[in-house]
Nanobody
Framework: QVQLVESGGGLVQAGGSLRLSCAAS????????MEWYRQAPGKRRDLVAA???????NYADSVRGRFTIFRDDAKNTVYLQMNSPKPEDTASYYC??????????????WGQGTQVSVSS
């Protein structure tokens, strides 16, 4: 079993910066694809950013150029650097990752979420 624990959320002013972290722990041989999603009240959960095991990244149009996803495989951790956040970025942010265990099985996991609130 693998656990994903997000941290770094909180209140930030528009134009500031915030860094989210998601650390994976448990029976892990390696981490495959890692992603950040967000969900605002009354809205669906949408992909914000993704990073593959070889470092390729993908971003939602709404955050491209402002947010950066990166990973530290030695720590089984993925980060989301949020620069120049806007009030519309306010949401609960969720980490999603695919972990490979020592049998070679791939399984997907979700974190519990961390709240980000951006004030104008």
């Amino acid at each position: 079993q693998v656990q994903l624990v997000e941290s770094g959320g909180g209140l930030v002013q528009a134009g500031g910066s915030l860094r989210l972290s998601c650390a994976a722990s448990g029976s892990i041989f390696s981490m495959n694809r890692m992603e950040w999603y967000r969900q605002a009240p009354g809205k669906r959960r949408d992909l914000v950013a993704a990073i593959t095991s070889d470092g390729r990244t993908n971003y939602a149009d709404s955050v491209r150029g402002r947010f950066t996803i990166f990973r530290d495989d030695a720590k089984n951790t993925v980060y989301l650097q949020m620069n120049s956040p806007k009030p519309e970025d306010t949401a609960s942010y969720y980490c999603y990752a695919i972990a490979v265990d020592y049998t070679g099985s791939y399984r997907a996991y979700w974190g519990q979420g961390t709240q980000v609130s951006v004030s104008s």
